[in-house]
């Protein structure tokens, strides 16, 4: 891995935890960052991580104590796939790799007007287009909307509704990207709009995030590269 690589890798990784904390406060989790990792001491929401390492190198079983095991799901974000969890319990999920999308880069023009949601009715709306009836609208709670640094975006039809969005992270170097869905079309249909609202709405910023599969593959068809792996390690 070429030393640029590396350091979008510490970028994307360091948003990612920056996120997963905002979404983890929101719940009233709290969580705390370290040298090598951010973690949190009790369950994290529903498909968030309980830590995101930091850097490469840290001690398995050290990180494994930072968090609880002790409730079924608890998992770790090892973001630069050098960690060996199973003597700790852990077997992998899956593996992923982070994206980079440079600032600046062509963005394509889109028929849906993207906002900012800032009230919880609109974030309601929100997360019922985002979940599509699978019953977890309510991982979205209005405290996220107090989070400066976190903005869920819609884009919406000429009729107001919610047809695509995605969540953008600010962090000093980039803007983290998640959550990314489009209700007709799927991702091939998605990337290129909300890169679009991304470009519109920080310019300066690289943009930044993690994807794998069928999604991945859609992110780089629409201008994202790969630049490292990570893997994520579930407890149980």
Known sequence: MTTQKQLLVRTAARNNAEWCAAMSRSHGVPGEFGADAWSAPVR?????????????????AELARRIDTSVPGASVKDSFADLDLTAAGFQVLFEAQWIHRPAGAPAE?????????????ALG??????????????????ELLDDPSTFVLAGRSPVG?????????????AVGVSNVF????????AWPLVSGALHRLFPGLPVV????????????RHGFEP????RIWLHG
């Open 44 to 60: 994290t929401p529903l498909f968030y991580p309980d830590a995101v390492t930091l850097a490469p190198g840290a001690a398995p």
């Open 109 to 121: 023009a889109s028929d849906l007007v993207w906002d900012v949601v800032d009230d919880p009715a």
């Open 125 to 142: 709306a929100w997360a019922a287009a985002w979940d599509d009836g699978d019953g977890n609208a309510g991982l979205f709670r209005p």
């Open 161 to 173: 509704r919610v047809t695509a969005g995605a969540v953008a992270s600010r962090s000093a170097q």
């Open 182 to 189: 489009a209700l007709d079309g799927g991702p091939d249909t």
């Open 209 to 220: 995030g993690y994807e794998h599969g069928d999604t991945l593959a859609a992110a780089v």
């Open 227 to 230: 630049v490292g792996p990570l």
